[in-house]
């Protein structure tokens, strides 16, 4: 099989490479429905889309099992190690809309939120109107991934 051929397969899987493109591809809708609607806060709900798939996916619950790898990935495995350490993958404590995106927005605010409001002067309290996009950009991009994973709705809400 030629490598151009197993990258798209690979982009297709429930896989790093294939959340990250259903991330990107559902990214790119938002910010079309943002532009074409004038509603500009899509656009930022579009960005989020992307990165928080990029550094908040449900799969940190197996950051420590990935550890070994290399590139961006490994920079987003080590500040998801004590997570991984204490939720096993797939569980609803990470794979969930209702306590899995809430818990890890909460891990994120905590860990790098609140430090980045601390040392930029309340940036982060000060920018609190754009909150709303960026929560619903993380729940778009939780439920393109739980979609990807297999799940039925009723599991997107409340875990497996
Ligand atoms: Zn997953």
Known sequence: MSRKRKTFKFSLNSNRDGHMTAAIVVGILVAIVGITTERNWLLYTAAVVVAWEWFATPDVDCASQRRADSGEWLLVCLIWLPFSWTVSHRSFLSH????????????????????????????????????????????????????????TPMQMLFGR
């Open 96 to 151: 969930s809309l209702l306590i899995g995106l809430p818990i890890r927005i909460i891990y994120v605010a905590l860990l790098i939120g609140w430090p980045l409001n601390h040392l930029t002067d309340g940036l982060l309290i000060e920018a609190a109107h754009l909150w709303p996009s960026v929560l619903t950009g993380c729940a778009i991009a939780d439920a393109t991934h739980l979609l990807k994973d297999g799940y």
